[in-house]
């Protein structure tokens, strides 16, 4: 398992070592000793979360105000393209994002520590998508930046309209949302 180093520090893409051979393949997708090294931080997941999207649906730009939580995001059949968005009013890089293709194919994992919000488009004709967070999911204390505020200005990947729930439709701008300090 590595870690490759994005735009932003603090989000990293981790990429596993796979083996393979005419059988198929194998690899360690959690090691927790290993996970917490690359991270440089103890991390205590405490969920784990699997949908499965068909084409052209977009999730997000999700977070937590209270119960924050940081998430390790992987994709197990299919492809999508990944976003973390910092929301850290605090950090040199807010208001920037992270973007990066998940796939089963290519068995990366993204990384995004609490205080971004996250949000997914699948490219594919469906995809499954797992991800481990470090706090519990709380409804109360769930937010959603609008995907496709200008401030952001992030280059989805949209061959047609995508596919949205009532709650993505209607997330508010980033000069709106509650953010953290």
Not at 86 to 99: C, E, H, K, L
């Amino acid at each position: 398992m590595q870690a490759i180093q994005t735009e932003i520090p603090d989000v990293l893409i981790i990429e596993p070592k796979v083996f393979s051979d005419a059988r198929g393949f194998f690899y360690e997708s959690y090691n927790q000793k290993k996970f917490e090294q690359l991270v440089s931080r103890k991390v205590d997941f405490v969920q784990d979360n699997h949908s499965r999207s068909a084409q052209s649906v977009l999730r997000g730009l999700h977070y937590q105000i209270q119960q924050p939580q940081g998430k390790l995001v992987r994709v197990t059949h299919g492809e999508v393209f990944d976003i973390a968005v910092d929301i850290r009013q605090s950090s040199p890089t807010f208001g920037r994002s992270v973007a990066v293709n998940l796939s089963a194919e290519n068995k990366r994992m993204l990384w995004i520590p609490e205080g971004f919000a996250h949000g997914f488009l699948v490219i594919s004709e469906s995809a499954e998508f797992l991800y481990k967070t470090t706090d519990y999911w709380a409804t109360e204390h769930e937010r959603c930046i609008s995907w496709n505020d200008p401030e952001l200005s992030i280059n989805w990947p949209l061959t047609s309209a995508p596919l949205l729930s009532a709650k993505d439709a209607v997330g508010k701008p980033l000069k709106l949302a509650e953010l953290f300090a």
